[in-house]
């Protein structure tokens, strides 16, 4: 779940009126320092409910001291990335996603992000926005710690492709914010429950609505449960 600029108490009180025991957040769109800042409070007053992950915007030029910071002062197990901050322009914000990814993309800086990321095992959330042509690179050249793929890759069109990146042991897809919910069966088939997990992407979904999508296909208990938690448990140690 995002936590940009949101009262940390909306956001706690929506996941607990979806049920959800515990939940990993991040903030994103934002100055790298502000943005571990914006989770790091929300952390601070629910820490037994909050699991905060980092964020590291590339055009900061001090990106690699803030992923030191998150990684080995704050202590935090995961990061999240989003290639729309990693296009030609030098706007980087949500408003200007879709031109930006028309203008371009820096591979080498997102490499270079990547690799210090690895080495300090963190798991990294990469919501790819459909780029497939990128992302199987980096599922298959970086496979020291786990990639979550976001919203099972953001593109319906390349939906098996994604999957099959999924049968890689270090890969995982996200099941939020995938308007037509029977895609999420459709991964189900393609690449096991156990290579997914359930995201809300909160603030701009509810979890509620995006726990229903799942509730409603009926899935046999044991992938629900891997899906709804166990998996990310597995993966954080917890």
Not at 61 to 72: I, N, P, T
Not at 160 to 168: M, P, Q, R, T, V
Not at 185 to 207: E, F, Q, T
Request: charged share 25%; with cysteine.
């Amino acid at each position: 779940m995002h936590i940009e600029h949101e009262d940390p108490d909306v956001i706690y009180g929506m996941e607990k009126e979806a049920g959800v025991d515990r939940a990993v957040i991040w903030s994103i769109w934002n100055p790298s320092r502000e943005s571990n800042d914006l989770t790091f409070k929300a952390f601070k007053r629910y820490p037994d409910f909050f699991i905060p992950f980092g964020h590291v915007r590339p055009s900061d030029l001090y990106w690699k001291d803030e992923l030191f910071r998150v990684a080995k002062d704050l202590e935090w197990k995961g990061l999240k990335l989003h290639f729309g901050e990693f296009a030609d322009s030098s706007v980087q914000t949500i408003s200007d996603l879709y031109e930006a990814h028309v203008r371009g993309f820096k591979t080498e800086l997102l490499n270079a992000v990547l690799d210090a990321a690895q080495s300090h095992d963190l798991i990294t959330v990469i919501d790819c926005a459909g780029r497939y042509d990128i992302m199987e690179g980096v599922a298959e050249a970086f496979t020291r710690s786990p990639i979550i793929i976001a919203h099972l890759g953001s593109n319906i069109q390349y939906l098996k492709s994604f999957c099959k990146l999924a049968e890689l042991e270090h890969v995982y897809l996200d099941t939020s914010f995938i308007h037509v919910y029977r895609v999420i069966r459709s991964a189900v088939s393609l690449c096991g429950a156990n290579k997914l997990i359930w995201g809300s992407d909160g603030y701009w979904m509810h979890p509620v609505v995006e726990l229903a999508k799942l509730k409603v296909l009926g899935l046999p208990r044991e992938d629900e449960e891997k899906i709804l938690g166990k998996n990310i448990m597995k993966l954080l140690d917890i």
